[in-house]
């Protein structure tokens, strides 16, 4: 009796794709509105995760607003709508989520309750974003180096 080897292809072809593909749908058309928002909610929050623990250096940039975006849309509002209910003007939550002014704990903290994601996370967004744009100029790195403790001490 030959044994014969079972091919890739054999178990993941079109065919198979386009069968899992119709149960997702089907399946997720059986799912209520709140299901669903619950869904698209949570995959923003895995992909604000992501981006924070993601080293990648090809990677793109993703600013806060960026994240903020994602969940208005998700939740039908406008960023105007928001700015009332986080009780400030529109301009000023703008310069927050677009990184001209850095984010403060009131903010950090209306965004985390809002959002439904720890509030480090909306820190570590703006943190890592700072040390790209601090990477992509090599030569202010290069200035820094000065403060290396080998400078200070004698070893």
């Known amino acids: 009796m030959k044994n014969k080897e079972i091919q890739f292809e054999e178990i993941w072809n079109d065919k198979k ?22 869904n698209k909610l949570l995959s923003i929050q895995y992909k604000l995760e992501d981006y924070i623990q993601n080293d990648s250096d090809d990677e793109e940039v993703l600013k806060i607003l960026d994240f903020v975006k994602m969940y208005l849309k998700a939740l039908n509002l406008t ?8 009780e ?3 301009s000023n939550l703008q310069k927050y989520l677009s990184g001209e002014r850095k984010l403060n704990a009131e903010v950090v903290l209306k965004l985390s309750a809002f959002s439904h994601t720890k509030p480090e996370h909306w820190y570590r967004v703006q943190i890592k974003n700072e040390l790209i744009e601090l990477n992509k100029e090599k030569q202010k790195t290069a200035n820094y180096q000065k403060y290396d403790y080998r400078n200070l001490v004698e070893i």
């Open 79 to 86: 960023k105007k709508k928001l700015a009332t209910y986080f």
């Open 88 to 90: 400030m003007r529109d």
């Open 17 to 38: 794709k386009e069968g899992v593909k119709e149960f997702i749908s089907s399946h997720s058309a059986k799912q209520s509105k709140e299901r669903l928002l619950t």
